[in-house]
């Protein structure tokens, strides 16, 4: 993979003379450059496990994603940042303290031997076609019933009636997509194979449109491309020319429809998907015209729309450039101070106690930090991208900074590491890797939530493949000599 690691070191440095071209702070181009060159380690490694795809991700949203991001709307990284010095040395404070927990996780943690046969397990072709449906029908029920009886958001409390436990059932679907796309790698002769994938993802695009939310075709895409990835498969036209073409009409028309569709509050579960064709429809699928009707709309809900850090364009990429809510933070940490580390563990409790034990809330700690540092109005349920940098600033300074992202991301690392072991050839390892590739954008809080809660599944599910491969296993034959005789 050394061509791969050359390659995106020659595009970095594209984009960083094209930076100092715009006339960008020569410190905060170093930072994002210097973190975005991170990405090279893991391609140095001759096993990858999840643990470096976690990381290389990280590099994006901290590094990579700002470069790119600023350079295609034509300014300079240090724009539109308040205290852009500032920022910039938090995030490589912050993102040092990442990469010290990702090497001492990736040195002290060995994958399980769980993983190890789930490896196996997912190898065996027999094992795919008798899991990958009943799997994916699984997860597609629950992720419905989710859309279905999911509470809603009602003056910062839950509408009366709701229940969100389906939701913890949704990484079934990403995984019946995963054994599927095995399949067509594995067997690429075999034209029913395709035709299923083909069947599961117009499902996930129906799926996504009635829950409104992005991130399941998005996790159900990435773990159809890791899976290629690790099973090492070639780039042909008839697999790229068609995921192209899907991924710019999804990008050009389907993405502005949902954000149009997101604002009719009276519009729920399956009724979004007929009123997503009936907002393309009104637009004449014109991908221009339904963009700038979605960023009239995000400029008119915005609170402080000049701190985005692209604008005055709004193309809903502030997730990936992770200085800016570092400069959020930042700015007001004089004026309004640190929250200190309770509204950090206010999610993981809310996760594992009942409701009799601890009132809960939707707002979550993102939520509580833009409320203290005022970029988002007080009591409005946003919850907006944070990051792990930015969270532990908020919690505890620069101390915070120094610590909590070691902490949280080394946990996550080892424990990913330890359950989903290499990637190389290995199904199970690449789903893991999409399942918690959102990590990466998690602030401290939610990236506990998330071993309250999620983590567990994924051990339930862990165990139920073994008992599933043990069960199926074929047992031996035994051999009784009978008066010098076999039988």
Known sequence: MQWLGWAYLIVLALFGCAQLLLGASLWVL??????????????????????????????????????????????????????????????????????????????????????????????????????????????????????????????????PGGFGGFGTFYPLLPLGIALQAAL??????????KAVLAVMMTVVLALTLADNTKRTLFDCLLVIALVFVVHGARLRLRWVIPAGVSAAVLLALVMPAVQIVRTMA??????????????????????IRLATIADRLATGHQRVWRDSYIYPLAWNTERFTMIQPIDLVARGLDEFGTIGGADLWRDPAETLLPGF???????????????????????????????????????????????????????????????????????????????????AEKEVSTTLSFFCRSYPFLLLVAACLLLIGRVRRPRPVRVIPINGMSL
Not at 370 to 388: D, K
């Open 266 to 287: 009276d519009v729920r579960s399956t009724a979004r998907i007929g009123a997503t064709w009936a907002v393309l429809r009104e637009h004449g699928f014109h991908p």
């Open 184 to 193: 067509v790698v594995r067997q690429p002769v075999i034209g029913r194979h």
């Open 357 to 439: 034990l601890l009132t809960k809330t939707l707002a979550n700690a993102p939520d509580r930090i833009a409320w203290h540092y005022g970029f988002r109005e007080n009591g409005s349920i946003a919850r907006p991208v944070v990051g792990l940098i930015a969270s532990s600033l908020a919690a505890f300074g620069v101390a915070g900074v120094l610590f909590l992202p070691m902490l949280a991301a080394g946990l996550a690392f080892a424990a990913l590491d330890w359950l989903g072991g290499r990637l190389r050839g290995s199904v199970w390892a690449a789903f893991i890797l999409a399942a918690t590739s959102f990590l």
């Open 30 to 159: 170093g930072v994002l450059v210097l973190i975005s060159s991170a990405a090279v380690i893991p391609l140095l490694r001759n096993q990858w496990r999840v643990s470096d795809g976690l990381y290389a991700i990280m590099t994006v949203y901290f590094g990579a994603g700002a470069l790119l991001v600023k350079t295609l709307a034509g300014q300079p990284v240090h724009s539109n940042l308040q205290v852009p010095d500032l920022s910039a040395g938090y995030l490589l404070l912050g993102f040092g303290a990442i990469t010290i927990g990702y090497g001492v996780a990736r040195t002290v943690v060995r994958p399980s031997h769980s993983a190890e046969h789930l490896r196996h397990l997912t190898r065996h072709e027999p094992n795919l076609i008798r899991l990958a449906v009943p799997t994916f029908l699984a997860g597609a029920v629950f992720l419905f019933l989710q859309t279905q009886f999911r509470p809603i958001a009602v003056d910062g409390g839950f509408e």
